[in-house]
C-alpha cells in the first residue's frame, strides 16, 4: 500500500491534527482515515504507535465516529455556535476511557513544567488522549482560538496562537496573496 500524504501541519495540537483527517469540502472531500490501514498509517505517524494490522472494523467505525465529533465541535468553536450534542456525548465517552495523570518535569535552569501521561495503551489510549486533548483545548483555562484556514481550497483547522496568523499554513498564505493579486491584475478573467 502506498502511504498517502497526510493532511498534517505538524505544529497543532492532536485533536487539531485527527479532525483535519477529513480535508476538502462536497464531492472534493477525501476521507484520509476512510480504511483501518490508514488508520494505522496515521496513528503510526502522528503518535509513533505501531498499532500493527489493520483495525478490525468496529474499532475503524469508533476513530471515525470520535473524528467526526472532534471536528464537530472544533468546526463549533470556531464559528461561534454549539456544536451538535452527539458530538459533545461521544467526546466525553472516549475521554471517560483516560486513565491518566499528571507528570512534573524540572530541568536545572527551567521552571517545573508538567504534562499528562495515559495509563490506557493501545488503540483506546490514543483515542481517549485525543478525546482528552480535545476537552482540555477548547474548555481549558487558556483562552484558545480555533479558526479554519480562509485560504482558497483549504479546509484545514488550526489554533490561532499568535495575533497575526491568518492561515493554517504559510504555503496556503502564499496561495491567498497568489490569488489576490490575480485578481487585481487580471479582473475580467477572473470574474469569469
Same mark, same amino acid.
Given at each position: 500500500?502506498? $502511504?498517502p500524504e497526510?493532511? $498534517?501541519l505538524g505544529t497543532e495540537p492532536l485533536s487539531v491534527e485527527f479532525a483535519n483527517t477529513m480535508y476538502g469540502s462536497g464531492a472534493a472531500q477525501t476521507d484520509y482515515l476512510q480504511t483501518p490501514e490508514l488508520i494505522a498509517l496515521w496513528f503510526a505517524e502522528m503518535v509513533g504507535s505501531d498499532a500493527g494490522a489493520p483495525l478490525p472494523p468496529p474499532v475503524d467505525q469508533q476513530v471515525r465516529a470520535l473524528r467526526d465529533a472532534v471536528r464537530e465541535i472544533l468546526y463549533a468553536v470556531a464559528g461561534g455556535r454549539m456544536p451538535q450534542p452527539g458530538a459533545v456525548e461521544i467526546v466525553n465517552e472516549f475521554?471517560?476511557?483516560a486513565p491518566s495523570f499528571?507528570?512534573?518535569t524540572w530541568s536545572a535552569g527551567e521552571p517545573p513544567t508538567t504534562h499528562r501521561l495515559f495509563?490506557?495503551?493501545g488503540v483506546d489510549g490514543?483515542?481517549?488522549r485525543i478525546a482528552t486533548?480535545?476537552?482540555e483545548l477548547i474548555a481549558g483555562s487558556d483562552t484558545v482560538t480555533v479558526r479554519p484556514c480562509p485560504a482558497p481550497d483549504c479546509t484545514m483547522l488550526f489554533v490561532k496562537n499568535h495575533s497575526r496568523r491568518r492561515w493554517c499554513h504559510p504555503s496556503c498564505?502564499?496561495?491567498d496573496r497568489q490569488a489576490r493579486y490575480y485578481r487585481r491584475h487580471h479582473p475580467t478573467e477572473a470574474t469569469r
Open positions: 500500500m502506498e $502511504i497526510f493532511p $498534517i475521554s471517560g476511557r499528571p507528570v512534573l495509563a490506557t495503551t490514543i483515542l481517549a486533548e480535545c476537552v498564505g502564499h496561495r
